[in-house]
């Protein structure tokens, strides 16, 4: 009973927060955000142990597989766009995953962080489950890697469409790669206002940005440890 009340409330607290984003479109209030911060705010308020929350939200992150999958839809209706802009896609992740792991590495040496930290910041671009896998292989703190994967991901679901603006990006290949590519989850789900082309290209960056970033990311390490 109280993994359905989990549930129901997590449901109900996502939908009324898609409303709200609905009505005052700003990137701030993107639901998979707002709910995440209430839910935390819940959870500490109640005084809720994360496990006992995990009874009922486990069911949810069961939902994360088949959710990737379905992104295999619009990959399939667009796969003609995906194979005339193959290098395009393939260069842009791989320039896109050397520039992440080159800034977030001078960043922070820069705050004196400890190797360990550093090593857990490194996958910080890669989609949560091959991130925690690549940061454990490293030596680093997978729980915390998933925080900064997260932090990535808000940050660049939030700040994405400024960027667009200012520097004017318009293309669905340019969208959908660096988004993809930088904010993987968070910033796929962004990009489904922008089309499906856009989303395709950014299904496919998240998927690239997955399979060399744990190619990358360890030979990374190795030269600069």
Not at 45 to 59: A, D, F, R, S, V
């Amino acid at each position: 009973m109280k993994a359905v009340a989990i549930i129901l409330i997590t449901i109900c607290i996502f939908y009324l927060m898609s409303k709200l984003y609905a009505r005052f479109s700003t990137p701030f209030l993107l639901p998979i955000l707002t709910t995440t911060i209430i839910g935390v705010f819940i959870l500490a308020l109640g005084n809720i142990p994360y496990e006992t929350y995990m009874t009922g939200g486990k069911w949810i992150d069961v939902m994360l597989g088949p959710a990737v999958v379905s992104l295999a839809y619009p990959l399939y209706t667009q796969r003609h766009m995906i194979k005339t802009y193959k290098l395009s896609i393939i260069s842009g992740v791989i320039v896109a995953m050397i520039s992440g792991l080159i800034s977030v590495f001078a960043l922070a040496k820069l705050m004196r962080l400890d190797d360990e930290m550093v090593r857990s910041l490194l996958p910080k671009s890669i989609t949560t489950p091959v991130a925690m896998q690549v940061s454990d292989s490293l030596g680093g703190i997978p729980p915390m890697t998933a925080v900064f994967v997260m932090v990535a991901g808000f940050t660049g679901a939030i700040l994405g469409p400024f960027i667009f603006r200012v520097c004017k990006i318009d293309t669905a290949v340019s969208r959908g790669v660096s988004m993809g590519g930088g904010a993987h989850g968070f910033g796929v789900s962004k990009l489904t206002e922008y089309g499906e082309k856009t989303l395709s290209m950014g299904s496919v960056s998240m998927t690239l940005s997955a399979v060399i970033g744990a190619f990358i990311c360890p030979l990374f390490a190795m030269l600069i440890f």
